[in-house]
């Protein structure tokens, strides 16, 4: 690893605190030149809406949730682009988030990943788990995370 940042991934589950890190992620990226890249990782255990209305087979309720979590990314990418953030690339892959973010980052040469956090403690952590706890401890690269701001 080299001391230059140069290629940012923002891991997003489309939430605001997602959209919190982004903008984090914008600044840190113009004051230090780097580019900025999304990434969606959806796990077969995430439960989307559609997934819950579809009946058959489990390969037909894993499409169904492949569907869902692209239009949700080109939804958050809508989103991203009202606010003039400029995105080098986006990704969007099934599997473990904190190992398919560790994968890109090796992949695809990230310098930092940049992902929000929710901030949960006592039960709802320890029964939820922190999914920035487990990048932060899989990743190659360093990772800052953004605590979303209290309502």
Same mark, same amino acid.
């Given at each position: 690893?080299?001391?230059?940042?140069?290629?940012?991934?923002?891991?997003?589950?489309?939430?605001?605190?997602?959209?919190?890190?982004?903008?984090?992620?914008?600044?840190?990226? +113009?004051?230090?030149?780097? &580019?900025?890249?999304?990434?969606?990782?959806?796990?077969?255990? &995430?439960?989307?809406?559609?997934?819950?209305? &579809?009946?058959?087979?489990?390969?037909?309720?894993?499409?169904?949730?492949?569907?869902?979590?692209?239009?949700?990314?080109?939804?958050?990418?809508?989103?991203?682009?009202?606010?003039?953030?400029?995105?080098?690339?986006?990704?969007?892959?099934?599997?473990?988030?904190?190992?398919?973010?560790?994968?890109?980052? +090796?992949?695809?040469?990230?310098?930092?990943?940049?992902?929000?956090?929710?901030?949960?403690?006592?039960?709802?952590?320890?029964?939820?788990?922190?999914?920035?706890? +487990?990048?932060?401890? +899989?990743?190659?690269?360093?990772?800052? &995370?953004?605590?979303?701001?209290?309502?």
């Amino acid at each position: 690893m080299t001391d230059a940042v140069n290629k940012i991934l923002v891991a997003t589950d489309f939430s605001d605190g997602s959209m919190v890190a982004l903008r984090f992620a914008h600044t840190l990226a +113009q004051s230090v030149g780097a &580019t900025l890249s999304i990434a969606h990782i959806w796990d077969y255990r &995430t439960v989307y809406p559609s997934a819950i209305a &579809t009946s058959g087979p489990p390969e037909v309720a894993v499409l169904s949730v492949k569907k869902e979590a692209s239009a949700r990314l080109d939804a958050f990418l809508d989103r991203v682009k009202a606010e003039h953030i400029p995105i080098d690339r986006s990704h969007i892959a099934p599997g473990h988030p904190a190992e398919e973010l560790a994968r890109l980052c +090796q992949s695809h040469h990230y310098d930092m990943i940049v992902a929000g956090t929710a901030g949960r403690r006592g039960a709802a952590r320890f029964f939820l788990g922190s999914v920035a706890e +487990q990048i932060i401890r +899989q990743s190659p690269v360093p990772v800052v &995370t953004v605590r979303t701001p209290a309502d």
